[in-house]
């Protein structure tokens, strides 16, 4: 059987394709993007920007696979079954637990033994869902879910309702799936989750994020591991202490800022302050010299006023981040946000983010300065289209090179000797 995939989302999502990929594979199957017997969607909820683009890949995978079973798992399929049904173009409905089941599923409905609802809709349970680490299509490094759920409830968000509660990969099955993917050739490994701050809290023993990525490291000296996205309050002083002594840790964090200003953080329910922000990144700086620390930006939240805006633009200039993924707020009907008074008109919110971007970039380039003249070494992932090639550097930004000895999944040192638009380029030292 020929089976499609499609991903929108978040690297969560990403990191499930990849899983769903080979044990598609494992079961004989053949992947493909075009004329596929089933095809299977992996959805986004985080905005109602996202359910537009996930409705917009519907009508496109059913144009081009016209007599496929087509079935939809993640996160807006776990929140809005009404809409899939009704767009008439889905078979199939599986949400965000028991993943591996929508291969059966799909295997029979092709095969006829089609019931009148195929749907598996039902709320993520307690258990965490082991699902094999792996690279994504055309990437290099692997991607390894720690976690899964939040137990969170920030006003904007919609993925507690979606995602369930906190649940963890115990300890020695990641290590287990690192060295797996050793063996198999990987050099770094992103270690990802929905909020994986809250890692291990379910767990026998209670093992924290720092636990995780201190035992991976140790377990697995020859593979790099990044931190996927961090809740502020992870960063204290036994995190840096322990996780600064590791070689092999890639100096990049992804803090969760979402706003510069206390007020409307607090309005988000997020639980931190500005002070408090700002001193975990000095305290990662300390720990970890040149360290990336980036982060995400919601800007036009609800009665975000000017001067409050004035004060996120402040506090990013303070912060001088290595990078800031900056997006006008996106009300998920559902979510509390959605319901408050005080909405910012579209042009407004896309104005404030033009304007947030424009201080994020100038931070994100002053920081990538510094390393005009050092040497990198770069793990080369993919070929530009001026026939260069761009792989990653420990940080949190890509670097390019071009020599006919530079391959993907290869190291090169490179000697920076430029500031690109997004990160660096420079000279390989072959
Ligand atoms: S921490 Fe907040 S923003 Fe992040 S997934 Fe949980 S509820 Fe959503």
Redesign the pocket.
């Known amino acids: 059987m020929k089976f499609g995939f499609y991903t929108l989302g978040c690297k969560v999502n990403l990191f499930e394709t990849q899983a769903l990929m080979r044990l598609a594979q494992a079961r004989g199957h053949e992947i493909c993007s075009r004329d596929a017997d089933a095809f299977i969607i992996n959805t986004c909820s985080?905005t109602a920007v996202s359910d537009h683009k996930n409705l917009r890949a519907f009508h496109k995978i059913r144009r081009e696979n016209p007599r496929a079973v087509i079935a939809a798992c993640g996160c807006f399929a776990q929140t809005e079954p009404d809409k899939l049904r009704a767009t008439g173009e889905i078979d199939l409905i599986c949400g965000t637990s028991a993943r591996a089941d929508v291969l059966a599923l799909c295997e029979a409905a092709v095969a006829g033994r089609r019931e009148t609802d195929l749907s598996r809709f039902r709320m993520p349970g307690r258990a965490f869902e082991p699902l094999p680490a792996g690279v994504p299509q055309g990437r290099t490094r692997a991607l390894l879910k720690l976690e899964d759920g939040?137990?969170?409830?920030?006003a904007?968000?919609?993925?507690?309702y979606a995602?369930g509660h906190v649940r963890s990969l115990p300890l020695a099955e990641a290590v287990h799936e690192a060295e797996r993917l050793r063996d198999a050739g990987v050099h770094e490994i992103v270690l990802t989750g929905?909020?994986i701050?809250s890692y291990g809290r379910d767990l026998d023993g209670q093992p924290t994020l720092t636990d995780a990525a201190e035992t991976l490291c140790r377990a697995v000296p020859a593979v790099y591991f990044r931190l996927g996205?961090l809740?502020p309050r992870t960063v204290n002083a036994d995190f840096c202490a322990r996780l600064s002594a590791l070689p092999n840790l890639r100096p990049h964090f992804h803090l969760?800022l979402?706003s510069g200003c206390d007020a409307v953080l607090a309005r988000m329910?997020?639980r931190y302050d500005t002070a408090f922000f700002l001193e975990r990144c000095r305290m990662l700086r300390a720990a970890f010299p040149d360290c990336s620390i980036t982060t995400d930006l919601i800007v036009g939240f609800p009665g975000e006023t000017e001067d409050e805006f004035a004060q996120t633009l402040a506090f990013l200039e303070t912060c001088a981040l290595s990078d800031v993924h900056v997006f006008p707020y996106s009300a998920r009907p559902g979510t509390p946000a959605a319901d408050m008074d005080g909405q910012i008109p579209q042009t407004e919110k896309e104005a404030r983010a033009v304007r947030a971007k424009a201080v994020a970039a100038r931070t994100a380039r002053a920081y990538r300065l510094r390393f005009v003249g050092r040497t990198l070494n770069v793990l080369f992932e993919h070929r530009t289209p001026d026939g260069a090639w761009s792989g990653h550097s420990p940080y949190c930004f890509p670097v390019r090179a071009s020599h006919p000895a530079i391959a993907k999944n290869r190291f090169v040192p490179v000697r920076i000797t430029q500031v690109t638009e997004d990160g660096l380029s420079g000279t390989a030292l072959l």
């Open positions: 985080v939040c137990d969170n409830y920030c904007y968000c919609i993925i507690p995602r929905i909020e701050s996205s809740e969760s979402q329910k997020r």
